[in-house]
C-alpha cells in the first residue's frame, strides 16, 4: 500500500523565514507533486519532479528517489504564502492513482 | 487560455437523489481526472479519463461514475446520495494521460448532502 506522510502537519512562521516541508512516501514512483491550496479550495500546482530540485521564485522542491523523500522550502516566507501545502505521488507500476498527504497548514504572521 | 471550469460551484442535494457534475478541461487537455475532498478522508483520487475511456479507478462504490465526451469535457455522476458524500469534488486536466504529467486544477464543486 502506498503510504504518503507529510510533517508537520500545522507550522506557523514569522514573515521572512524560511521555511521547510517534509513528505515521504513508501513505494517507488514516477512523480511527485506539490499542490497549493488556499481557503476556498482551490487548489495550484507548485511542482512535479522526478528527481532533482526545480525551483519558482522563492520555492524550491527537492527530491531523493533513493530515500524516497522530498521537500518543498519557501525563502523569505510572506502572509500570502499562508495556505495548505499538499504532496502527491504518482507510483510507477499497477493502477496509477495519485495518492495524496494529509497536508500541511502553513500560517505567516506579518 | 481559460482554466479549468467546473459546474455548478455549490450544489445542495437529499439524501437518495443523484447528482451530476461537469468538468471543462483546458482547451487542448485530453486527460481530466476526478478527486474527493473530506475533512475526514482528504484527497482521494475517483477516477481518471482519456480519449473518452476510463483508465483507472480509485476506491470508490459503483455508485460513483464517470463519462468523457468527445471534446474531452466530463461529467462524474453520483446516483443514491448519501451523508458521506459531502464534499468538495475536485477535476484536473493534463495534456497527456497518466499522472506523471502536470495537473491543472479547477474551482471544485461543493456538494452538500441533507
Known amino acids: 500500500k502506498n503510504e504518503v506522510e507529510q510533517s508537520p502537519q500545522n507550522l506557523t512562521a514569522q514573515e521572512g523565514e524560511f521555511i521547510t516541508i517534509n513528505c515521504s512516501y513508501s513505494?517507488?514512483?514516477?512523480?511527485l507533486h506539490w499542490l497549493q491550496q488556499h481557503p476556498g479550495g482551490g487548489i495550484v500546482s507548485l511542482f512535479m519532479?522526478?528527481?532533482g530540485k526545480k525551483k519558482h521564485g522563492r520555492l524550491i522542491a527537492t527530491i531523493n528517489i533513493q530515500e524516497k523523500h522530498s521537500s518543498l522550502h519557501i525563502t523569505a516566507s510572506h502572509p500570502r504564502d499562508s495556505a495548505v501545502y499538499i504532496c502527491?505521488?504518482?507510483?510507477?507500476?499497477?493502477?496509477?492513482?495519485?495518492?495524496f498527504g494529509t497536508g500541511t497548514r502553513l500560517t505567516i504572521i506579518p | 487560455k481559460a482554466g479549468v471550469t467546473q459546474t455548478p460551484r455549490y450544489l445542495i442535494k437529499t439524501r437518495g437523489q443523484q447528482v451530476t457534475l461537469s468538468c471543462s478541461p483546458i482547451?487542448?487537455?485530453?486527460?481530466v481526472s476526478w478527486y474527493q475532498q473530506t475533512p475526514g478522508q482528504g484527497l482521494q483520487f475517483l477516477f481518471e479519463?482519456?480519449?473518452?475511456?476510463?483508465?483507472n479507478k480509485g476506491n470508490f462504490p459503483g455508485r460513483f461514475s464517470g463519462r468523457q465526451f468527445s471534446n474531452s469535457r466530463s461529467e462524474m455522476n453520483v446516483s443514491t446520495l448519501e451523508l458521506g458524500d459531502s464534499a468538495l469534488y475536485l477535476c484536473?486536466?493534463?495534456?497527456?494521460?497518466?499522472?506523471?504529467?502536470?495537473?491543472?486544477f479547477g474551482p471544485g464543486t461543493r456538494l452538500t448532502v441533507t
Open positions: 502527491a505521488v504518482a507510483p510507477n507500476f499497477g493502477n496509477e492513482k495519485l495518492t
Open positions: 479519463y482519456f480519449s473518452e475511456t476510463q483508465r
Open positions: 484536473a486536466s493534463s495534456l497527456l494521460p497518466g499522472l506523471a504529467y502536470e495537473q491543472y
Open positions: 482547451s487542448g487537455h485530453r486527460s
Open positions: 513505494v517507488g514512483i514516477s512523480a
Open positions: 519532479l522526478s528527481s
